[in-house]
């Protein structure tokens, strides 16, 4: 069992940097495959980004691709995002979530436990 608890959501100016945290808890985090969506108010969640259980691998969205970067403490049993050159896309709330495998995943579907949220607003 993972719980997940995220922070560093906020409302920042185009072109600016965040990065997001997510806490975990639970005796399985180093051995799970994390990552993080996003969702806007009626639409689908979507990925952003996802790690292996080490950080050997990572994956990205296009839409963020060469902006945000992915990766993980297993010490501290956080995961964290990276988020540079910002947009107004970018808007939305941020998920981390996790799995009961060593593996990344694209699909949410794929994950097993959810964090609450936080939301990122970017505006001028």
């Known amino acids: 069992q993972v719980q997940l608890v995220e922070s560093g959501g906020g409302l920042v100016q185009p072109g600016d940097s965040l990065r997001l945290s997510c806490a975990a808890s639970g005796r399985t985090f180093d051995t799970s495959g994390a990552g993080w969506f996003r969702q806007v108010p009626g639409k689908e969640r979507d990925f952003v980004a996802a790690?292996?259980?080490?950080?050997?691998?990572?994956y990205y969205a296009n839409s963020v691709k060469g902006r945000f970067t992915i990766s993980r403490d297993n010490a501290k049993k956080a995961l964290y995002l990276q988020m540079n050159s910002l947009k107004p896309e970018d808007t939305a709330v941020y998920y981390c979530?996790?799995?009961?495998?060593?593996?990344?995943?694209?699909?949410?579907?794929?994950?097993?436990?959810w964090g609450q949220g936080t939301q990122v607003t970017v505006s001028s």
């Open positions: 790690i292996n259980w080490n950080g050997g691998n990572t």
């Open positions: 979530a996790a799995r009961d495998s060593v593996a990344a995943a694209l699909e949410k579907n794929q994950y097993d436990y």
